[in-house]
């Protein structure tokens, strides 16, 4: 028998044997998430549920969400609480601001096809790398004052028995010093006025505000960085933070299908094609996709959210990307809705970028349950054990609406 014909037939019945075993996972977790979901209908039951249960149940995943992963058999998920985008009835701006930050029309009538505007000016170019320097050497070397590992206001989460999610990395000190140092990149607004002075600059405002209205919260900052020779972030669209819980998204504004938030992305360093600038898909941020993963390992019934060749499911394949080169000191508005991600950092230094994001006073931030218990961060495998530090930052105008404390 020659190599061919070995080629021919061997590796059909291997490939015939991870086609059943993928079967048997398929369905398995399929039955598994149709009980789940039927019973997530059912409240209440739920206080008579442990909670290493009650924690899984998929209570804040609307239909769509459902089928897509149970008709697949776990092969097809949202990464994102499922909507769509509708086009506004006019792209006229949505308040009166002065005529050096205004936007026509046209301008937010690109912003909805592309995703994004600018880069816009906002540190001037003498004051950027001192700024830098102080952030990244001084602020980000320390704990945030929100939350505290040390003081115990989060802790690593060891729950085992995930239906949902199953956890193949231990948790090491390696592991435990990765998620630490990430904490102390989130949310330094509250604790380093420099940061929300960014933030409150109206050249971020009263843009912002032309996309969405006139009065704004702040509810989250993060400090991004791709260093030398490192991998950029993958592509993904962010509308809801549903990932984050894997229960119920973050937030819940009065109309999913309007825009109800978008990210102010500063540059503290220069961000080129070199060093990892942010990539952008026009035309993407009609609706949240599924993501589709290449094949079904031996935990697949279990491990919807693992890194198993995972890649959106766009149909028809993606359009040509926008690279958003950016200057240090310059910020532009974009919404997480369309598909986004960056570049490989292919340079000898590390690239810098800050982000913020603003949304509507007509969104909740975080459930009430969030809020009131123990609240899981199962993509960070971390139990923040109270949020009553959390707060929003009312950045424009009023709040007429109550949902959100602040500070």
């Not at 991870?18 to 206080?47: I, T, V």
């Not at 978008?262 to 996709?289: H, K």
Request: hydrophobic letters at 30%; glycine letters at 8%.
């Amino acid at each position: 028998m020659t190599t061919a014909s070995l080629g021919d037939t061997k590796p059909k019945n291997n490939n015939q044997k991870n086609d059943q075993s993928d079967d048997d996972l398929g369905w398995k977790f399929s039955l598994k998430l149709g009980l789940m979901f039927l019973l997530s209908r059912l409240p209440f039951l739920h206080g008579f549920l442990p909670e290493s249960l009650r924690l899984q149940l998929p209570t804040g995943w609307n239909f769509e969400m459902f089928w897509t992963a149970f008709s697949s058999g776990g092969r097809r998920f949202y990464y994102d609480y499922y909507c769509e985008l509708k086009q506004p009835t006019s792209y006229a701006p949505k308040v009166e601001v002065e005529p050096k930050f205004q936007l026509t029309e046209d301008d937010i009538r690109d912003f909805y096809y592309k995703g994004y505007m600018g880069p816009f000016d906002l540190v001037p170019e003498d004051e950027i790398k001192e700024l830098r320097e102080y952030l990244v050497n001084h602020t980000l070397q320390q704990e945030s004052s929100l939350f505290s590992f040390e003081n115990g206001d989060y802790e690593f989460d060891n729950q085992d028995g995930n239906l949902l999610t199953s956890w193949d990395e231990e948790i090491t000190e390696q592991y435990k010093n990765f998620y630490i140092n990430y904490l102390k990149k989130m949310n330094r607004h509250f604790d380093e006025p420099r940061v929300m002075e960014l933030f409150e600059n109206p050249a971020v405002t009263e843009r912002a505000a032309q996309l969405l209205g006139s009065d704004l919260l702040l509810w989250r900052t993060t400090f991004f960085d791709i260093e030398p020779g490192k991998k950029g972030t993958e592509l993904h669209q962010g509308s809801a933070w549903f990932y984050e819980n894997q229960q119920e998204p973050v937030l819940t504004p009065h109309n999913r299908e309007e825009l109800y938030q978008v990210t102010c992305w500063v540059a503290l360093t220069d961000s080129t094609q070199e060093n990892g600038c942010m990539i952008m898909y026009p035309g993407t941020g009609d609706r949240i996709y599924p993501i589709k993963l290449s094949d079904m390992e031996q935990d697949g019934a279990n491990n919807v959210y693992g890194p198993r060749g995972a890649k959106i499911d766009y149909p028809g394949g993606l359009p040509e990307p926008d690279y958003l080169e950016v200057k240090a000191g310059q910020f532009i508005l974009f919404s997480g809705r369309y598909i986004h991600g960056s570049l490989d950092n292919n340079s000898e230094n590390c690239r810098w970028g800050l982000n913020g994001r603003i949304a509507k006073t007509s969104t909740r931030v975080y459930t009430k349950a969030m809020l009131e218990r123990t609240y899981h961060h199962k993509y960070f495998r971390l139990k923040y054990n109270s949020m009553n530090k959390w707060r929003a930052i009312l950045l424009r105008g009023e709040d007429k609406y109550g949902y959100n404390k602040y500070e």
